[in-house]
T-cell receptor, first 114, second 110 residues
Framework: DTGVSQDPRHKITKRGQNVTFRCDPI?????LYWYRQTLGQGPEFLTY????????KSRLLSDRFSAERPKGSFSTLEIQRTEQGDSAMYLC????????????FGQGTRLTVV | DQQVKQNSPSLSVQEGRISILNCDYT??????FLWYKKYPAEGPTFLIS?????DKNEDGRFTVFLNKSAKHLSLHIVPSQPGDSAVYFC?????????FGTGTRLQVFP
């Protein structure tokens, strides 16, 4: 399977704990995106990387959120001091760097903060 | 502000008929538009896209139409099949960052 892979698929955590999610993009894709989706909404952009450089961060990404993509391969998204409002599906996508090409999504990580 | 809008939260269509899903956008700088399909507990799956230099793109049963003057695009599915039942998201892009609508749930019944 050469698609976008996300781990874990599900995460339940207590409020105040830190969580980290991993995304492995399609190998030849140099752009990697993180999105968040809540019930009844479309995916909302959080941040994206070109290779190892983080090019843009959404205002949705508070100081408790940090994303990395060391060596331009896999990426991690960490949420510190989780809050109940962080409960959502976190989606990762990757694409080639050419303009006007489609992004391919992973199956997402469902986070539940209790 | 919602730059990409899907005003119909749901649509029900009989198998074999045409499904038409609509999407409106506000930012005239968007130059690339996509439709994704999503099943529960899965990530979105790419369906079809269109560049702003075109007004139509077709792929099998799926056709996307773009009306730039009206800032409107639509996805036509002909003929609709029960397996098409899912949530459909339109997305728009200018700088390679996708902005999604809120989705339309399509149900195709026998």
């Amino acid at each position: 399977d050469t698609g976008v892979s996300q781990d874990p698929r599900h995460k339940i955590t207590k409020r105040g704990q830190n969580v980290t999610f991993r995304c492995d993009p399609i190998s030849e894709h140099n752009r990697l995106y993180w999105y968040r989706q809540t019930l009844g909404q479309g995916p909302e952009f959080l941040t994206y990387f070109q290779n190892e450089a983080q090019l843009e961060k959404s205002r949705l990404l508070s100081d408790r959120f940090s994303a990395e993509r060391p060596k331009g391969s896999f990426s991690t998204l960490e949420i510190q001091r989780t809050e109940q409002g962080d409960s959502a599906m976190y989606l990762c996508a990757s694409k080639k760097g050419h303009p006007n090409t489609e992004a391919f999504f992973g199956q997402g990580t469902r986070l539940t903060v209790v | 502000d919602q730059q990409v809008k899907q005003n119909s939260p749901s649509l029900s269509v009989q198998e074999g008929r045409i499904s038409i899903l609509n999407c409106d956008y506000t930012n005239s700088m968007f130059d690339y538009f996509l439709w994704y399909k999503k099943y529960p507990a899965e990530g979105p799956t790419f369906l079809i896209s269109i560049s702003s230099i075109k007004d139509k793109n077709e792929d099998g049963r799926f056709t996307v139409f773009l009306n730039k003057s009206a800032k409107h695009l639509s996805l036509h599915i002909v003929p609709s099949q029960p397996g098409d039942s899912a949530v459909y998201f339109c997305a728009a892009s200018r700088t390679d960052k996708l902005i999604f609508g809120t989705g339309t749930r399509l149900q195709v019944f026998p």
